[in-house]
């Protein structure tokens, strides 16, 4: 703590004249160690009053400058990549799932590999029939006429693997893709529910190979282009909403950050980038279609060429591959 400006004065308890007196050498000598005393003791209260430790000795003490650091995401995602950023607006604390897929296989409490629709609601849909692949990172390829795909559901048994918070939730997911420009459709996306629930509407959070020159992007190469929407093929929201932009670099040599905020009754919103540097692409805000839902299943699934897009989408064999760093949901805060 440091002294008021003006602190009081402690009486001098003088000695015995006998003993005051000092020949003029050991007097100069007395005020220059009275001198370095009062120096020393005003650096120590001024490094006090700024909340600092220094230390005393011989020569002149040194205080040290104040910092202010902040602290970066620590670990390592798959691939080597570094753990994604909290989003603005949320806190460590809200994080409810954090899937780096480190080690070489699939965390079976929070994944399967049988893609269908809402559980316990739809059944399975096609069968991929490829395996994942993990090894310090997820890889889903489609090639051969066989695809591998990961869902947090496992529609089969009718059973929720991981459970997104009904009130809702921010979902992000680092990751990159190989060439889009063969007819190749990589998506992470939420299904939609058969119309059994109103306003369950499927969310895409990513879906690559759009067409860029029929989405005002003329010019810009396919591979830098990344597409979300709310509502997909579901078509229950008359006004769903769509959004193609450039990511800024070419995903099949960069890994891209998407995000996702879904809030029933409110708002879908989707992010290019996290944290601090997150850029808002598109924000449906038709409250009223957007509907609660307790059984959103979210599908990574490296498809082929989609039937009848030849207006929209790149043509072709439809073979690539899906590289996932790293998939982070977090509870809205409270």
Known sequence: MSKPKHAPRTPVQRKPAHVRRRSPAS???LFIILGAVLVGGLAAAVAISNGTAITLGVGTPTVPQLTTTTTPPSGTAGFGQPVMATPSGYAAANMILD????????????????????????????GYGGRPVVDNGLTLTNANGSASMVDTANPAT?????AFPVRGFYLQVNFKVSD?????????????????HPNANEMDLFEGGFLPSSYGLAGHPVDDTVESNYGGCSCQDP???????????DITQHFVTLGMEW????????YLGQGATRTLILSDTNGANIGAFADYNLVITPQGT??????????????????????QVYALPS
């Open 306 to 327: 989609p039937s009848g897009s030849a207006g929209w989408h790149t043509q072709g064999a439809g073979t690539g591959s899906m590289y996932i760093a790293e998939v």
């Open 27 to 29: 007097v100069l000598a």
């Open 158 to 162: 009718g059973q929720n693997l991981f």
């Open 239 to 249: 006004a769903w909403a769509q959004k193609v932009v450039d990511a800024g670099a």
């Open 263 to 270: 809030v029933p009754g409110s708002h879908v919103n989707f």
């Open 180 to 196: 889009m420009s063969n007819g190749f459709f990589p998506a992470i996306w939420f299904p939609y529910d058969n119309g059994i």
């Open 99 to 126: 899937d780096t897929f480190q080690g070489t296989s699939l965390d079976a409490s929070h994944w399967s590999e049988v893609r269908g629709g809402p559980s316990p609601d739809v059944g399975p849909w096609v």
